[in-house]
């Protein structure tokens, strides 16, 4: 019974610090490089872009491409994005 609590107490606390994140298309955003995530450097960038936002899918992935004359389309996890 105690167990139950926490967990419902746990899952509201949880679903209330969600950021929905929303994007539009055409909308310039940063992808995260997780790639520097353990080097603690404060020269080191940890943003990668600018991208343009193509397509959202309702799971949250974006499609993205770069805004070179070498279009290269990504799909990716709007969690490593912002605008």
């Not at 209330?16 to 960038?45: C, M, P």
């Not at 805004?67 to 605008?83: A, C, F, H, T």
Request: net charge positive; glycine share 4%.
């Amino acid at each position: 019974m105690h167990i139950e609590v926490t967990q419902v107490q746990r899952n509201i606390w949880h679903d209330k610090n969600i950021k929905d994140k929303r994007f539009q298309e055409v909308d310039w955003a940063l992808l995260y490089d997780s790639r520097y995530k353990d080097f603690k450097g404060k020269l080191r960038t940890r943003w990668l872009g600018p991208y343009v936002i193509e397509n959202c899918h309702d799971n949250g992935s974006v499609h993205i491409r770069t805004i070179d004359v070498e279009v290269i389309p990504l799909l990716v996890n709007g969690y490593r994005l912002k605008v």
